[in-house]
């Protein structure tokens, strides 16, 4: 089973600023990551796949970057809405489809 | 509009069973592999199980193998959740949701609402 580790487990943030969110796999998962989004209350939504491919509809101040184990995930000048729990999940090797414990984007 | 709506979930003892169904509509479910995901409250996402386009592949993760059943029924665009022999451990929101439709790379493209299952006596 592959493990993903996320850090910071919490990361405050003012409205403006930027925030970097970083995600590691236990072993090598080329470029088979995906990052979403949670607001309280909600399901899951998809922001990024294959690391660094934006899905339909999610605004350019996101970004990941990152291959083999080591992935990022940037939000440029944070925005109101974006303060949520992003979690990475890995596709390369697979069952089980693992998912990173949660990074919390919070207001400073 | 596309809508995975996800039903079933409530208070259950330690050892019963419920069976999740999850309705899709404004989409082709028969088109997409499926999955059931789980979040216990405060924590964070777990995967349970998959189920390919016409049923004939199933996977499971480990802790619910042997207990739980995916299933569906393309004909009404819906997906289940057979959970025997529940344990406190499997208290969580379930999610269905979908797989994208190309085929190869397994991730998420839309989710639905969850239900909540509590296991407890």
């Known amino acids: 089973e592959i493990v993903m580790t996320q850090s910071p487990a919490t990361l405050s943030v003012s409205p403006g600023e930027g925030a970097t969110l970083s995600c590691r796999a236990s072993?090598?998962?080329?470029?088979?990551l995906a990052w979403y989004q949670q607001k309280p209350g909600q399901p899951p939504r998809l922001l990024i796949y294959?690391?660094?491919a934006r899905a339909t509809g999610v605004p350019a101040r996101f970004s990941g970057s990152g291959s083999g184990t080591d992935f990022t995930l940037t939000i440029s000048s944070l925005q109101s809405e974006d303060f949520a729990v992003y979690y990475c999940?890995?596709?390369?090797?697979?069952?089980?489809?693992?998912f990173g414990g949660g990074t919390k984007v919070e207001i400073k | 509009e596309e809508q995975l709506v996800a039903s079933g979930g409530g208070l259950v003892q330690p050892g019963g069973s419920l069976r999740l169904s999850c309705e899709a509509s404004?989409?082709?479910?028969?088109?997409?592999?499926m999955s059931w995901v789980r979040q216990a409250p405060g924590k964070g996402l777990e995967w349970v199980a998959n189920?390919?386009?016409?049923?004939?592949?199933?996977y499971y993760l480990d802790s619910v193998k042997g207990r739980f059943t995916i299933s569906r029924d393309n004909a009404k665009n819906s997906l289940y959740l057979q959970m025997n022999s529940l344990r406190a451990e499997d208290t969580a929101f379930y999610y269905c949701?979908?797989?994208?439709?190309?085929?190869?790379?397994?991730?998420?493209?839309?989710w639905g609402q969850g239900t909540l299952v509590t296991v407890s006596s």
């Open positions: 294959a690391a660094s």
């Open positions: 949701a979908r797989k994208i439709v190309v085929t190869g790379p397994y991730f998420f493209d839309f």
């Open positions: 404004g989409f082709t479910m028969s088109r997409y592999w």
């Open positions: 999940q890995q596709y390369s090797t697979w069952p089980p489809l693992t």
């Open positions: 072993q090598s998962v080329s470029s088979y």
């Open positions: 189920i390919k386009q016409q049923g004939n592949e199933q």
